[in-house]
């Protein structure tokens, strides 16, 4: 049976490719998929939308301004701290009650088994870190804004240097916070992990498991860090309910991000988009219309702060689409890689029916709307099965390592 997407010729990374969800799940799955889906994204975007009314609002009625009580009140940098603070706090607030909503419906659905006390301290955690993090950015910012004209060139090169800081550091500081990480034990999976490391060139430094099942009952796995952090992590859940061979699939698709340097690529660009984001930043603050509506006197006014989340909330927005589909096309990518590295169509069938039952069980969304698709960082199942089918992928490993180069344009 010819089955959508098992075409040969040419195969484009960056494009969608068709798939039709019902040539590999039922309307029952699909229907029960989105059923689930639904709720939680109308509750996000309620969620982001009213976020951003709320900062349009502070900004529209000066409140950073009032809550400072004017210029020289206090020490520019007390200034900077207390309008930070507030913020943090006040989106803290704001996330509480959709964040409790999100508990109890996880709970409903069987997937969540935290406690309220457990969410509660995660929420606590999360204020604490977003506060030490946000405040010494926030200091770094604006001493380069007193020091400096140019000072959004010298903000950007400090925002490259901590946004790969954080990456690097993230892993082995940040997550231990919030989750424990151990050693992966199973020693069948370890071995073939650092086998087929070596046969696709990756030094494999750390595979680690994680204590997920202390939260959800999903199943994932990531790739992270940079330099000595580099890691794949894969959650204890999956481990639990999956045989070591088809958990090897999953590796191996991680193992693609680790090889094809997509965190590195991701930084890279990030930092180019960067610059000229800080630039319009730096116009946007410079611009009397800006100062008269938003009340502020410049980029080194504390008080500036809200109007500056906010220009940096929409750029971000705006872009947001770019980096999703970037990270579907690499999403591709690494399923291309971990079917090239396992064996012929065994394989192809252990990754699919991984892809099958992996969502299936964790409910993602198998017919997504337009919207939806764009809006997801990863291919929908339908699609990533139905690329194990594709024409690209039959013959040599060789002629499909060169189709893989001409399709990344690397
Ligand atoms: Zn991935």
Known sequence: MARPGAGAGELNLYRRLPADPRAWFTDGEIARAASYRRPLRRVGLAESLLGLALLVAAVATHAAARLLGGPGAAPWWVQVLEVVSALVVAGTLLGLPFGAWRLGYERRWGFSHQTAGGWAADRLKELLVSLVLSNAAALGFFALVRATPAWWLFAWAGAVVLSVVLVAVAPAVLAPLFNKFRPLDDPWLSERAVELGRRVGVRIRQVLVMDASRRTAKHNAYFTGLGRTKRVVLWDTLLADYEPSATLAVLAHELGHWRRRHLQRMLAISAAVMLPGLYALHLLLASPAVQSWAGIRGAADPAAVPVALLAVSVM????????????????????????RWSDGDGGFDAFRGMQRDLAVKNLSDLAPSRWAYLLASHPPAAERMALSLHGALRGASGSLHGALRGASGS
């Open 316 to 339: 971000q927005a705006v872009w947001m689409p770019v980096t999703l589909w970037l990270s579907r096309a690499w999403e591709r990518q690494a399923d291309m890689d971990a079917l």
